[in-house]
């Protein structure tokens, strides 16, 4: 005898939710990671070098692979925790630049300098460009979420609009 366990759809959408998550913040990423790319917020060093910093690098290449690693996890985790509310495309802007600016609390103004024996939650260059960078990050993460949230509802349901 075989027993059928009934899972909430809300419950059953968090891997849908996540993945999604997870392209939103494949798209965020590179939006954010062009503009620590260009930005230089101390003399002759890019942000994305400073991200390389984490590990002990100064390899923009690494910077890269370390950014979107975190990109890659932080999107998937917007999913997991906010997909649900993110089903159409101004919530899901908003939630993402809400989003965005809790990272830059998080990683920029704690756990980064914080690992880079620098001061934390402190305002200077660096830091306000780094709130520049995370508010694109979740500015696309969310319309990358939404946009795919809307198409796949669409496709769900067979409707052409709205």
Do not use: C
Request: hydrophobic share 55%.
């Amino acid at each position: 005898m075989t027993t059928a366990v009934r899972v909430p759809p809300r419950i059953a959408l968090i891997p849908v939710h996540a993945v999604w998550g997870a392209a939103a913040g494949l798209v965020g990423g590179a939006g954010m990671g062009l503009w620590m790319s260009v930005s230089e917020p101390m003399p002759d060093t890019a942000m994305i070098t400073m991200v390389a910093g984490l590990l002990g690098s100064t390899n923009a290449f690494a910077g890269w692979l370390i950014h979107l690693s975190i990109a890659l996890f932080a999107g998937t985790t917007f999913g997991v925790l906010l997909g649900q509310f993110a089903q159409k495309l101004a919530p899901a802007v908003v939630l993402g630049l809400a989003y965005g600016a809790v990272w830059w609390t998080i990683g920029a103004l704690w756990i980064m300098p914080a690992n880079m024996g620098m001061p934390v939650f402190e305002w200077n260059d660096v830091t306000s460009s780094s709130l520049g960078a995370h508010l694109v990050f979740g500015l696309l993460a969310g319309l990358t979420f939404g946009a795919i949230a809307q198409t796949m509802g669409k496709q769900r349901t067979g409707r052409a609009g709205g």
